[in-house]
C-alpha cells in the first residue's frame, strides 16, 4: 500500500522539510518552494482537521518564512524547539555552544568551502560543497562536542550539528501526539535522512508508518523515490479524498 492509501482522517501526519518536502539546494537559503506545495499542505491540515506538523532540522521561524502565509505545527532545530496546534512554543534549554562554535568557525575559516550554521540550540557545520572534509569535520565536531556536557552530535546529509541532548525528532513526534488534535491517531512520518531513521521507528512502534524519501537503507517500512515523487503522492491524497486538485 502507498502513502496515499493509507493517509485516512484518523492519521497524524508529520513532515520533514528538506530533502522531503523540498529539494536539498547547496545552501539551506536557496531551497525552492513549489507554490502547489503550499495549497497541498493546507488542504491536508484541513483533511485531517489540523493534525499535520512540519518536524525538522530547521529552526521554526524558517520553515515558516518558507511555508507563508501556511502557519502549521512544527518541531525545528531537531525537537529543540516545537509549537503546538494551539500556537505555543516550547524550547528545550540552551546548552553552552561556544567551544563547539570556536572549534566549526577555526576549521570554516582554514577551508572556506565550509558553512557554519548558528541556530537557537544548536551549531551545523555544513561540508557539501567540500565532501572531502567529511572525516575532518565529523572528528572535530565529536571532540568539541565531548568537551561540552549535555550536547551531542548529530550527523546528517553533509553535516555535523551539535544539539542538545535531550533533542530528538522522535521525543517531538511523541510530544506532538500526547496533544490535540494528534493525539489518539495513527502517526505518519516522512523523511528523507539518517535523523529521520528515530522517527521512523517511533511511529512504526505506535502502529503507524515511516516513509524514506530518497536511497540509503532504513528502517522505514515504505520508500519514495524523491521529494518530487512525494509532492506527488500528497497531491493524489488531496484529490482521493475528495479535495481538488491542485492548481
Not at 512540519?54 to 516545537?82: C, K, M, N, T
Request: a negative charge; one cysteine or more; hydrophobic letters at 45%.
Amino acid at each position: 500500500m502507498t502513502l496515499t492509501d493509507l493517509l485516512c482522517p484518523s492519521c497524524a501526519l508529520f513532515l520533514d522539510f528538506d530533502g522531503t518536502l523540498v529539494d536539498i539546494a547547496p545552501q539551506p537559503e536557496a531551497v525552492v518552494v513549489p507554490a502547489r506545495l503550499r495549497a497541498t499542505l493546507q488542504a491536508l491540515h484541513s483533511y485531517l482537521d489540523g493534525a499535520v506538523a512540519v518536524v525538522s532540522g530547521r529552526p521554526i521561524s524558517q520553515i515558516d518564512s518558507f511555508l507563508a502565509p501556511l502557519v502549521l505545527p512544527a518541531a525545528g532545530v531537531h525537537g529543540a524547539e516545537r509549537r503546538g496546534a494551539d500556537g505555543q512554543t516550547v524550547h528545550l534549554p540552551i546548552v553552552d555552544m561556544q567551544e563547539v562554535e570556536v572549534v566549526a568557525r577555526a576549521l570554516a575559516a582554514r577551508h572556506p568551502a565550509l558553512r557554519v550554521e548558528t541556530k537557537r540550540g544548536s551549531i551545523a557545520l555544513h561540508y557539501r560543497q567540500a565532501p572531502e572534509l567529511e572525516g575532518l569535520c565529523l572528528d572535530a565536531m565529536q571532540a568539541a562536542v565531548e568537551q561540552t556536557p549535555g550536547l551531542t552530535l548529530l550527523r546528517g546529509k553533509m553535516v555535523a550539528e551539535a544539539k542538545p541532548a535531550g533533542a530528538s525528532k522522535d521525543k517531538a513526534i511523541e510530544a506532538f501526539l500526547r496533544e490535540a488534535p494528534f493525539a489518539g491517531r495513527t502517526p505518519l512520518f516522512v523523511g528523507d535522512d539518517i535523523t529521520d531513521e528515530v522517527g521512523f521507528a517511533t511511529v512504526q512502534r505506535l502502529g503507524g508508518l515511516g516513509v524514506k524519501v530518497g536511497e540509503g537503507s532504513t528502517t522505514a517500512w515504505q520508500r519514495l523515490a524523491s521529494p518530487e515523487a512525494m509532492r506527488l503522492e500528497l497531491e493524489n491524497a488531496v484529490v482521493l479524498r475528495g479535495g481538488k486538485a491542485i492548481a
